[in-house]
C-alpha cells in the first residue's frame, strides 16, 4: 500500500464526520471555495508530507511551476494555494480538512473539553454542545500511529514535522 492508500483509509471516518458536523453547523459556516484565511504555512508530519509529495508530483507541471512561484514569494500563506485555492484538496492534511468546524479535544487532566473555533464562523459566545463538535483525539491518535509505523518503515524520526514549503520543492531542473 503507498502512503494516500495507507491516509485515506485514516481519512474515510473522519470525511464522513466532517461531513456530518459541518452539516449541523451549515447556516454558521462561512468557509467554501476562496475562503484562504486560515490557509497558512505549517508544518506536517512526515506521513503527511508523504502523501503531499506524491499529491503535487501529480499535479500539471503549469501548477508545480505555481507551487515553485509561491515559494519564492516567501510568505506566511500556504505554499499550496494557487488563485486561494488548495492545489491538492483531495489529499490536504487533516488540519486543512477540518478547518473552520468546531473542533474538541478531551483534557482528561483538567476533565474538560477544549473547543477550537474558527471565528469567522462562531462569535466568541457561542455555546457548543457535545453532539456538534467534531472530537480530534481519536483521529490525532489514530494519525500518530500511523506516522509512528510509517516512520519506521523509512527511517525517520516520527516526531520530526515538516514544513509545507520543504515538501514543494525542490523540483527536477526544467519542472
Not at 500500500?1 to 459541518?22: K, N, S, V, W
Not at 484538496?89 to 474558527?118: F, H, K, M, W
Not at 471565528?119 to 455555546?127: I, S
Request: aromatic letters at 6%; hydrophobic letters at 40%.
Amino acid at each position: 500500500m503507498t502512503c494516500i492508500q495507507d491516509y485515506h483509509q485514516l481519512l474515510a471516518p473522519l470525511d464522513t464526520e466532517i461531513a456530518r458536523i459541518g452539516e449541523m453547523h451549515a447556516a454558521a459556516l462561512s468557509c467554501g471555495p476562496g475562503c484562504a484565511h486560515c490557509c497558512l504555512a505549517f508544518s506536517v508530519l512526515p506521513i503527511e508530507a508523504a502523501c503531499l509529495r506524491e499529491a503535487i508530483a501529480a499535479l500539471p507541471s503549469a501548477s508545480q511551476k505555481r507551487l515553485r512561484r509561491n515559494l519564492a514569494e516567501g510568505d506566511n500563506r500556504c505554499p499550496l494555494l494557487i488563485d486561494d485555492l488548495c492545489s491538492v484538496y483531495v489529499n490536504r492534511p487533516i488540519i486543512c480538512r477540518t478547518q473552520g468546524l468546531p473542533l474538541a479535544y478531551v483534557d482528561t487532566e483538567r476533565q474538560a473539553i477544549e473547543v477550537s473555533a474558527c471565528p469567522l464562523n462562531f462569535p466568541d459566545d457561542y455555546a457548543f454542545i457535545p453532539e456538534k463538535l467534531l472530537f480530534m483525539d481519536p483521529f490525532n491518535e489514530r494519525l500518530a500511529e500511523l506516522n509512528r509505523a510509517w516512520c519506521h518503515k523509512q527511517g525517520l524520526p516520527p516526531d520530526q514535522r515538516i514544513p509545507l514549503r520543504e515538501i514543494i520543492g525542490p523540483f527536477p531542473p526544467g519542472a
